[in-house]
């Protein structure tokens, strides 16, 4: 039996309560999971949530999350500030973490982060859900076996519009102590798959802009904002290839768009999260005139789908990534496998993030180490 | 505390077991949900099915799952020529029925189905989850709010390739014991969403074909195919809305096609089961030169999407209607509210099956009831 | 050199006269054209429309270019109810007749338009130009060369919105004088795809209905709409393929669709005359984690696309199908050859329109012939 | 009357020649149109085209068009190394130009035809006809009317599949003396698209790549590749607006692919030349559960498609674009007014081009002026 531990309960919060609760009947191999120990910043909160998560205790004070014996495993959910005192905090007791993305604001406490997970002798992941899909899995097979050739090229392209409202207030996304912009808060996604596919970016040259330079603020007056919501890269990949990475987070009627053009010497891959039951490929070694790009329906034989349903085309929700990652994680601590992003992953990500920043900054290439 | 018995662990046990752990970390609101009793085929298999999807006890007896004071509710989700028997045993013993679809082979026991849920005082229940998705939740909404005007005319396709490959042999599907082919096993689905958007079908003029006319059979000598892969029947609603319905269970790419066209006075809404988080609609009365068919994904502000994810178009799975299904079915027990098909509306749809089998058989019109 | 005559300016008119401007820039191998003259109701308009399209001659009379001795061919564009006369005038003098859809009014009219044309030695051709297209062309290349094995089923819709709006007068096009409405006005199209990928309709059930069954006429009282907007029928072709053929001309958001789903026992292929530069098609014979419906953009190994564009994916437009076709037509008068539906084959796709008729009228099956 | 002479008779001079073909009877209201003199590089291919498109004289020397006393218009649809000779010869015999892009392989050389078309007092334009497009037009009238707001971002692709294949042999485009690559070839078009729609690039910081280093030359041996198939560029337009440009000539799959985004305060447009018929629009402002891209299918309350087609929907081709071109430089010339690029603003676009060539060998953002 395996007993976990959940600190914060928002959007992520629930996305770990909801896997937790279905990693078991999904995959039917896991060890036994037991909802332990729920931590949130007021026991009435907690109390609640406990009840709606099937959580058996509740703390208004995450330590005791992070103390309770019984506790092996512990989602840390709560905003990026509290990452590293929390996942440190968890190494030090002995527990597994599970944290969610990205791992702090800046890159000294990611590497403090990185350290202690080295360390630990504990398996520290993080929450990149996107790279858990049938379909990227079922990309990253496809390249593995070679099926559009040398890859040459690479498009990707994140956009969500929460921030494109020009009419909303200042928020606190808008000042620099929230970091960036959209860099941190989206470019690391993109640079997961990334990762994931292809391994580390060699090089970036990055240009970012504010579609709204000011912001009204509570109070009327109006207030200069600090952090840019679009941000784009040339990249340069250490297995040279070549390409280029977009960030929108005030890209009218993009909701969760992540889309991804591979060209190889034999054929192009096409992807889009806002249908991430679907891959496109493209092969030149189709038959001339019956030459096109397939639409491929996430199936059975697209693992891990047919855990969730045995039919083909059927879909997989944004939930079931978390699901496949939860699986991915006891893999990891059961056996040393298991398809996720530990600590020290996490670091090249979010170096490479900085990379970009640094590289607007002065308006030149940046090598990435 | 509401404990649960489950009898079957296919395609749909699965998925109802998936949907009992979930429904509470997604809804919140839930009453206690105990797993108690899973039954199967023989206790060796029920043991190992218990295990994974989470059950205290297992039976290789559906009836002791029937049986157990435990256990007020039991997901029947065996083959349809079971669910008669199992329904009628559950409802004696006085706990409620959630049964996968269509109800009975026959119309008589489908009859005999409803009868004695209407007698049991015990909310009976359809598993028919495709009417559950928010996107055809916010096409009712559309139609109730009169967006497209009055509809008059209506088109519904059910497509899927399970018996597409021609040299596959011949199975217990191509058997006429098996029923009519893919109108039992297909029509319900674009028929639930009639009657869940429309109301009930007044007449219907159906026309069933064979695509493959022989098959092999296992020792390799041929025989003759006497069920139906494909069906297209002309209908009238009750509220005198004209159109088409169409199943084909051999039509190659197709996986999980349920394709709707409803066309109003004032503009046309679109859906696709395979891409079931997106909705088109066309409004007749947007400004000219910007008229379009527009595919909003869905979003929070399509209930119940936001119970699982806050941001909008990240998608849902076919697992998650399910869990939308269950908490209709739990709201229904509590408050006799529930958007749910019981088995008094469900023997409606299998009606209308059947007299599209006799309207093939006898090639006129026929009136539903 | 080759004279060519044309009556009638509107919107065939127009498009008959761009394809004789540029079918010999298109294809270089016609015999030379010569605009020779062209008939309009009266003088004035028929001057000002010779001297846009570069005809020599104008005149405000009809049988002046029938009876001009340098016209070789008559284009005939006017209303159905002009065309009887005018082809049979036209073939009476000589002359090869290219005449729009649909032949006429009543069957026995086009009756009697097949049997002139037939005994006049000339050729007389239909202007179904949708057949035309380097898709249609494609697509019975794939059905002829069994890519998807054996068809067995068919579904084809063709619908716009011109008729959608309710609050729009009544208009001869409610008239029972103008036909049956939709049947006329557009089925003809479907089936003469028909015509040209399968052959013969040999039975056919159809319903028709009005979305608006009263109108508001032109002094402000209602008036009974007579003619049906919408007409659905389940069909079976001679070759033993089952089906289904619609078409709506009140399809709010339709503007020139005519979707097309053919399934056979390899493969699926699907159109939308909305995109025609792209056929989709799946094959079972992909290997299995690769398939889907691929999209092929016509290009140039998809005759004769190659005559406009020497480069794949540029697109053809509406007015080039047309340019096909006169060159498919004056193949045929040169050699016998040509993809064109002459006024025989025409008489077949009119028989079957009026079998629907008659099929709506007595609520049953009508066999064709 | 005007008299045309044409120079080149491949993919644009045949373009060119169905448009001086067709562009009266589309229109109707151009001066009458005169094929006078068509040349080759001989006399017998002259002759031979002479007659496909309809010119009455043909040479084998491309001056004798130039000097022919009849010819008033000269379209140079010649290989871009002679267009300079060519346009600079017409213009000093007192001809309109109307020439093939890009201008001229150096930017010396295209400075020079500006200044000659600006002395001339003649109209000389480039073929830049992906900006005559009505999706073009109408994306330019909803950011005129401020449908989107104000637009802050903008990504721009232009992708074929002409070179990608990597077995092809080392080709004169490989060469360095044809130029950068995909720059020349491709980046001209979204730069002529980013000239109509938003003014001139004020700086651009550009990185191009080689997805075959080497390829093999006739006689088998390996030869170093020179120039450049994939090139994308960090862009800031005049107007503050910033953006992205890709150009691929090797990315398999895509076939005439334009794809354009622009984001505003209020909105979204895409575009897609592959489907150019179409424009998507999102709209803030929809009612919130509403929102979506629509996908407007071009019509005649999209000018000028309804001098093609009365119909909504039914789509124009590649060619069509060359007549509205030809349309447009009959207006420039008669009026002063019309929609074209002329030798001044395409001198703008060659600058562009140059100093993204020069911004990748130097790996720095480059100033356009």
């Not at 009218?252 to 992807?271: C, D, M, Y």
């Amino acid at each position: 039996m395996i007993g976990v531990g959940l600190i914060g309960t928002g959007f992520m919060g629930k996305c770990h309560a909801i896997a937790w609760n279905s990693v078991q009947a999904v995959f039917g191999d896991t060890p036994g999971v037991q909802l332990v120990h729920l931590g949130e910043m007021n026991q009435e909160l907690a109390d609640r949530k406990a009840g709606e998560f099937g959580f058996a205790k509740a703390s208004g004070d995450w330590r005791s999350v992070i103390d309770d014996p019984q506790v092996d495993i512990v989602s840390v959910t709560t905003p990026n500030a509290f990452h590293k005192e929390m996942a440190l905090a968890a190494l030090a007791a002995g527990k597994h973490v599970w944290c969610e993305k990205p791992m702090a604001p800046t890159f000294a406490e990611a590497q403090e982060m990185a350290k202690a997970a080295a360390h630990s002798g504990k398996v520290a992941i993080l929450g990149y859900n996107y790279i858990q899909s049938p379909a990227i899995r079922h990309i990253k097979s496809l390249l593995e076996k070679n099926v559009i050739g040398i890859v040459n090229h690479l498009r990707i392209e994140m956009d969500e519009d929460f921030m494109a409202d020009g009419e909303a207030p200042f928020s606190w996304r808008n000042e620099v102590s929230a970091g960036y912009g959209a860099l941190d808060d989206f470019a690391v996604h993109p640079l997961s798959l990334i990762h994931s596919l292809f391994g580390r970016v060699s090089r970036v040259m990055c240009d970012m802009s504010k579609p709204y330079a000011v912001r009204q603020n509570a109070e009327g007056s109006r207030r200069a904002v600090e952090t840019y919501d679009i941000a784009t890269a040339l990249i340069h990949l250490e297995n040279g290839v070549s390409g280029s990475l977009h960030v929108n987070r005030s890209a009218w009627g993009r909701k969760g768009r992540i889309a991804v053009q591979i060209f190889g010497s034999k054929g192009t891959i096409l992807f889009d999260q806002e249908r991430f039951n679907e891959v496109q490929l493209y092969l030149s070694s189709d038959e001339p005139a019956l030459q096109g790009f397939r639409t491929m329906l996430m199936a059975p034989n697209h693992a891990p789908y047919g855990q969730f349903v045995p039919a083909p085309g059927h879909g997989l929700g944004f939930n079931d990534l978390k699901i496949i990652e939860c699986h991915e994680y006891l893999r990891r601590i059961a056996t040393g496998e298991g398809n996720v992003i530990d600590f020290g992953d996490g670091l090249e990500i979010e170096r490479t993030v900085h990379a970009m920043a640094k590289s607007h900054a002065s308006q030149r290439w940046i090598d990435v180490r």
